[in-house]
C-alpha cells in the first residue's frame, strides 16, 4: 500500500484528503502544521507528499526547500493561490506539481495517482538503462546521480527526468507543452511556467555558466534541446 503524507491545518481539508485517498486504496497520516510536517516528511516512511502553501509554523515553501535535498519522493502542493509567482517559487525549491483549491476529490486523487505512476516508471526505467554521457556531463538513470566536472549532483524527480529525456534525444527540439506531456503525463493547460521553472535549475546544476548555456539551449519560439 502507498502511503501519503498529508500536510494540512485544515481539519475539514485534510478529512476530505484522507478519506478519498483511503477509499482509493491509499494509506494515510496527516500533520497539522509544517514543523510536524517536516519532521514526519524527513522520515522517509511515505510515498508521496500532499501539502498545503500556507501552513502554521513553516510554510509549504519552506517545507520543500528543507526536504527536496533529503527525500527522493513526489510532492504535490495545494494552494488557494492563483498567482503564477507563487507556482514558480515553489516549483523551484523542487514541487512537482500543483492542486488548486477549490478542488474536486476526483481530481486529487487523479493527480496522486498520475504522480505515483510517473515516479514509478522513472524508477523501474532507471534500473534498466544505461549511462549517458556528453562532454562532461554524465547521467546515470540507475543511482539518479549526474555528474558535472567530476562533481556529483542529484537532481530533483522532475529535473532529473527532464534531463534524462533531453540528453537521450539530443540535438531534437521539444516545445515546453510536449515535454509537460512527456514528463509530467498530463495536459499542459494552466502550466505553462512549469517547464522553463525546472530548465532554469538544470542550468544551474549542470552548465558552467547558467546564464550562457552551451547544453540546454531555448530554441526561441520553439522550444529547448540538449546540445552534445
Same mark, same amino acid.
Given at each position: 500500500?502507498?502511503?501519503?503524507?498529508?500536510?494540512?491545518?485544515?481539519?475539514?481539508?485534510?478529512?476530505?484528503?484522507? !478519506?478519498?485517498?483511503?477509499? $482509493?486504496?491509499?494509506?494515510?497520516?496527516?500533520?497539522?502544521?509544517?514543523?510536524?510536517?517536516? *519532521?514526519?516528511?524527513?522520515?522517509?516512511?511515505?510515498?508521496?507528499?500532499?501539502?498545503?502553501?500556507?501552513?502554521?509554523?513553516?510554510?509549504?515553501?519552506?517545507?520543500?526547500?528543507?526536504?527536496?535535498?533529503?527525500?527522493?519522493?513526489?510532492?504535490?502542493?495545494?494552494?488557494?493561490?492563483?498567482?503564477?509567482?507563487?507556482?514558480?517559487?515553489?516549483?523551484?525549491?523542487?514541487?512537482?506539481?500543483?492542486?488548486?483549491?477549490?478542488? $474536486?476529490?476526483?481530481?486529487? +486523487?487523479?493527480?496522486?495517482?498520475?504522480?505515483?505512476?510517473?515516479?514509478?516508471?522513472?524508477?523501474?526505467?532507471?534500473?534498466?538503462?544505461?549511462?549517458?554521457?556528453?562532454?562532461?556531463?554524465?547521467?546515470?538513470?540507475?543511482?539518479?546521480? +549526474?555528474?558535472?566536472?567530476?562533481?556529483?549532483?542529484?537532481?530533483?524527480?522532475?529535473?532529473?527526468?527532464?534531463?534524462?529525456?533531453?540528453?537521450?534525444?539530443?540535438?531534437?527540439?521539444? $516545445?515546453?507543452?510536449?515535454?509537460?506531456?512527456?514528463?509530467?503525463?498530463? !495536459?499542459?493547460?494552466?502550466?505553462?511556467?512549469? +517547464?522553463?521553472?525546472?530548465?532554469? *535549475?538544470?542550468?544551474?546544476? +549542470?552548465?558552467?555558466?547558467?546564464?550562457?548555456?552551451?547544453?540546454?539551449?531555448?530554441?526561441?519560439?520553439?522550444?529547448?534541446?540538449?546540445?552534445?
Amino acid at each position: 500500500m502507498k502511503h501519503i503524507l498529508i500536510i494540512e491545518d485544515d481539519k475539514e481539508i485534510a478529512g476530505i484528503e484522507r !478519506d478519498y485517498l483511503e477509499l $482509493s486504496g491509499y494509506g494515510t497520516t496527516i500533520a497539522e502544521d509544517g514543523t510536524e510536517g517536516m *519532521r514526519l516528511a524527513l522520515t522517509g516512511d511515505f510515498d508521496l507528499i500532499l501539502m498545503d502553501v500556507m501552513l502554521p509554523g513553516i510554510d509549504g515553501f519552506e517545507i520543500c526547500r528543507r526536504i527536496r535535498g533529503e527525500v527522493d519522493i513526489p510532492i504535490l502542493m495545494v494552494t488557494a493561490r492563483r498567482n503564477d509567482i507563487d507556482k514558480i517559487r515553489g516549483l523551484g525549491f523542487g514541487a512537482d506539481g500543483y492542486i488548486e483549491k477549490p478542488f $474536486s476529490p476526483g481530481v486529487l +486523487v487523479a493527480r496522486v495517482k498520475a504522480q505515483l505512476a510517473q515516479y514509478e516508471r522513472l524508477k523501474g526505467k532507471q534500473k534498466k538503462d544505461d549511462t549517458i554521457r556528453y562532454g562532461d556531463i554524465e547521467l546515470d538513470p540507475g543511482r539518479h546521480v +549526474v555528474t558535472v566536472r567530476g562533481q556529483e549532483k542529484r537532481l530533483p524527480n522532475k529535473e532529473f527526468q527532464l534531463l534524462e529525456f533531453l540528453m537521450i534525444n539530443a540535438d531534437h527540439v521539444f $516545445s515546453r507543452e510536449a515535454l509537460y506531456t512527456r514528463i509530467w503525463g498530463m !495536459d499542459p493547460i494552466g502550466n505553462t511556467a512549469t +517547464v522553463p521553472v525546472h530548465i532554469n *535549475r538544470i542550468r544551474e546544476a +549542470v552548465e558552467e555558466d547558467p546564464a550562457n548555456p552551451k547544453h540546454i539551449l531555448n530554441i526561441w519560439g520553439v522550444g529547448y534541446k540538449f546540445k552534445p
